[in-house]
């Protein structure tokens, strides 16, 4: 392990967890469409039906970029502008949208009506059309509704209004089933497989996923089921499962060695697996992730970093930059933090970060202006404008497309901040 990380309890026990200040007014975000393009990748028998404008369809297809060359598995209905009275051939026409797309699309098994927020959208109720469809296409074809719209949801939101709206439906484990392990939180295909490979290794019995990989794997939930959220953003899924008797493991994100390795650990000490048997497990992954991370290590060190709220990654994001590579925090924004999910980063941030839920963008840009960090981390809308005085920065949507989780992957998240600093340095020079 690198001797500069620092140990968490002596970190928890010396620092108090830093105060967090909230903030309203304008804001720059994305709306929750945008998890469309993440979560069509994830279940692979779904497909995503936004009913919205035509807004709505330019943004999920420039969001996608090169997907909308292969068979897609999202698509938007494009409901365009009428009073009250053509509500009834605004449902008519979701319903022959949806039959058509079905008829030709024998493949498909769960089909998502995202709505959206134009105001002739606001007016149909998506969850009776979502009954109506599934009385003609279930059991073949499941019909779910949730909402994407920027009204209600930031970008990462769309995955957790997504993940609410089925945890209702997943199947039931009666309270005598044996403890299983629940992973929720969209992750990549290839980070699934090595945790994956990490838990049966380390002897924790049978794990799920969820999302899974295909509708028919919807994971069984019972009073003895334990979750692991994979995701910060997880609020209302969370809620949800909870509601249902599943219990949360308090953890922190699998980001970066220590959150990688205490959220497995959670994970296996759960199912009662031994501290030994989980340090024996996890030791040559961690060396290896460990010995990476040094080599990056020298780029980041010392060097500032101010994060604008988007993702509801920030904070995770954060606590790897400053502990395991020496970054200087000065500021964290994040759009909402829920103080029970994120605990375990709050109490890992030194205490003097600032650290901002909810944003009023004009007065962050002049902190960020006036603190002229190394690096910004921030939306697509303000990348530009922030280059073009001088800064550095980084897209944050590009940490959520990216697989960042776990052992293997932590020198190519360090790598996905190291890039803009050395392409700074390579224009400086
Ligand atoms: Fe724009 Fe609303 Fe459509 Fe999102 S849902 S693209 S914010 S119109």
Request: proline share 7%; charged share 25%; net charge neutral.
């Amino acid at each position: 392990m690198d001797a500069r990380v620092i140990p968490i309890r002596e970190a928890a026990a010396c620092d108090a967890p830093p105060a967090v200040s909230q903030e309203r007014g304008q804001r720059e975000v994305f709306c929750g469409l945008t998890a469309i393009i993440w979560m069509h990748r994830r279940i692979q028998d779904a497909f995503f039906l936004v009913v919205g404008s035509r807004t709505c369809a330019h943004l999920i297809q420039s969001a996608a970029g090169v997907m909308i060359f292969a068979e897609p598995r999202f698509g938007t209905a494009i409901i365009d502008d009428r009073d009250l009275a053509g509500l009834a051939d605004a449902n008519d026409e979701i319903d022959r949208v949806v039959n058509r797309l079905l008829e030709r699309r024998p493949d498909i098994r769960l089909l998502f009506l995202v709505g959206s927020c134009p105001s002739e959208v606001i007016k149909l109720d998506l969850s009776r059309a979502a009954q109506r469809l599934n009385t003609r296409h279930a059991p073949a074809v499941r019909v779910v509704d949730f909402s994407g719209s920027g009204i209600e949801t930031t970008f990462t939101q769309g995955e957790d209004s997504c993940l609410a709206a089925l945890a209702p439906q997943l199947p039931a484990l009666p309270p005598t089933a044996p403890p299983e392990l629940l992973v929720v939180g969209t992750l990549a295909d290839v980070v699934e497989d090595q945790f994956r490979r990490l838990f049966e290794a380390m002897g924790t019995g049978p794990v799920r996923f969820f999302p899974p990989r295909r509708a028919r794997e919807m994971p069984a939930i019972g009073p003895n089921t334990r979750m692991l959220l994979a995701q910060p953003f997880l609020a209302d899924t969370a809620r949800a499962l909870e509601s249902r008797g599943v219990k949360r493991l308090p953890a922190p994100f699998p980001i970066g060695v220590e959150g990688t390795t205490d959220w497995l650990r959670a994970g296996a000490r759960a199912c009662g697996v031994a501290d030994e048997r989980i340090d024996a497990v996890l030791q040559p992954a961690r060396e290896r992730a460990t010995r990476a991370l040094a080599a990056l290590r020298p780029t980041l060190e010392g060097r500032s970093v101010f994060f604008f709220p988007d993702s509801q990654l920030e904070l995770p994001l954060a606590r790897f930059l400053s502990r395991e590579m020496g970054m200087d925090l000065i500021e964290v924004g994040t759009p909402y933090l829920h103080r029970a999910h994120l605990a375990a980063e709050l109490e890992r941030l030194p205490a003097h970060t600032r650290i901002v839920e909810g944003q009023d963008v004009e007065r962050q840009l002049d902190r960020c202006l006036a603190a002229r960090p190394d690096l910004t981390v921030c939306g697509l809308g303000l990348a530009n404008p922030l280059e073009a005085r001088g800064l550095s920065t980084k897209w944050s949507i590009e940490l959520v497309f990216s697989p960042i989780q776990g052992f293997e992957q932590a020198a190519d998240l360090a790598g996905l901040f190291v890039r803009p600093l050395e392409r700074a340095r390579r224009l400086a020079a």
